[in-house]
């Protein structure tokens, strides 16, 4: 049997291998220790005060421990895990639409560093922070998802492909979209 300092050493995939072996809920605690906060941050941005986004947290990781086995290692865990986190978080938030959800805007600290490429993003440069927060919460939840993936967690073209299961061109493309809806809406904002 291996020892908690042995097992606390494991890469993520090697643990979730392990848990799917064996289904102990005692493993799964690493892995929730590993990743708490990071997943209660993402929900933080979805939701509307800190008691929503503990309860979305739970959701995330019950929900996660019932389909831990759907991971196929094609990405590193942690991109699957942001990828399953915003999919809950968007699929909430489409669900409580109907009820004039009103989400949490995005902290400024998500949006500082938007751009990889200055010609192409320079709208977003010129945007002032609160009217893009505004903005923001005015595009459609899979538009959100696709540009905090890209600029929010600064995932690669391929890393977002691998966690969305398209290919390469319709990720561009889906951001490309996602960016000109934005600049749009935010043109739009008095």
Known sequence: METLENINKQSDEDLVKAIIKTNDTLLFEILYDRYAMLVYNKCLGFAKDVDEAKDLTQDVFLKLF???A??????KFSTWLYAF???HCVNYVTRNSAKKFQ???VDYKDIENLSEDEDEDYGFLTMKVDKLKIALEHISPDEKMILLLKYQDSLSIRDIEGVLGIGESAVK??????KDKLI?????LK
């Open 66 to 68: 019932v389909k831990l």
């Open 70 to 75: 759907s991971f196929k290692g094609k990405s």
């Open 85 to 87: 986190t915003y999919n």
């Open 103 to 105: 989400k949490k805007s």
């Open 173 to 178: 493309m889906r951001i490309k979209r996602a």
């Open 184 to 188: 749009t809406v935010y043109n739009n």
